[in-house]
């Protein structure tokens, strides 16, 4: 896991109610980079440098909301 994605994902996990049952190592193992779903559901990764406005932008264009 990229360093940064697991010290936010483990300050998140710090505020969650099973922060004491579910140890750092565990929620490590858990971690398994672009886990998409796949077939017949289409997804789009945003990434991580992406800012509010084109994340908004990326998402209102494949959701075909985007009235432009």
Do not use: C, F, N, Q
Not at 14 to 32: F, G
């Amino acid at each position: 896991m990229p360093l940064e994605v697991e010290e936010e994902t483990l300050r998140r996990h710090a505020t969650k109610p099973i922060a004491d049952e579910v140890s750092h190592d565990e929620l490590r193992s858990w971690y398994a980079e672009r886990d998409l779903l796949g077939a017949p559901v289409r997804e789009h990764v945003v990434p991580a440098h992406s800012s509010l406005p084109d994340t908004v932008e990326l998402i209102l264009r494949h959701s075909g909301l985007l009235s432009v």
